[in-house]
Nanobody, 120 residues
Framework: QVQLQESGPGLVKPSQTLSLTCTVSGTSITTSYYTWNWIRQPPGKGLEWMGV???????FYNPSLKSRTSISRDTGKNQFSLQLSSVTPEDTAVYYC????????????WGQGTQVTVSS
């Protein structure tokens, strides 16, 4: 059974860096050809894809967030992480991690999501 679990601070101050980790169980994040994604949903808005780290460690980012976003992984812990710098209250959202099979649209496993609020 594949499971994803987000973790990290629920409150971040403006201008600081938001850091979240997704812990994966039931499969390895290096398994071909899966990709590991960060997605967020601001209050009252739709889902926004933020970026991805693939099974081979390659990364891709939403162009609108690319300058502030970094995704990395720890294969020993089977985790991947998100860092979003220079946050503002507009970055307040529920943040999700999710798995997708390369070249097959649609996420087959999601974390439960974690609320992050940006406020002083």
């Amino acid at each position: 059974q594949v499971q994803l679990q987000e973790s990290g601070p629920g409150l971040v101050k403006p201008s600081q860096t938001l850091s979240l980790t997704c812990t994966v169980s039931g499969t390895s994040i290096t398994t071909s050809y899966y990709t590991w994604n960060w997605i967020r949903q601001p209050p009252g808005k739709g889902l926004e894809w933020m970026g991805v780290i693939a099974y081979d460690g390659s990364t891709f980012y939403n162009p609108s967030l690319k300058s502030r976003t970094s995704i990395s992984r720890d294969t020993g812990k089977n985790q991947f992480s998100l860092q979003l710098s220079s946050v503002t209250p507009e970055d307040t959202a529920v943040y999700y991690c999710a798995r997708e099979l390369e070249a097959t649209p649609g996420y087959d496993y999601w974390g439960q999501g974690t609320q992050v609020t940006v406020s002083s």
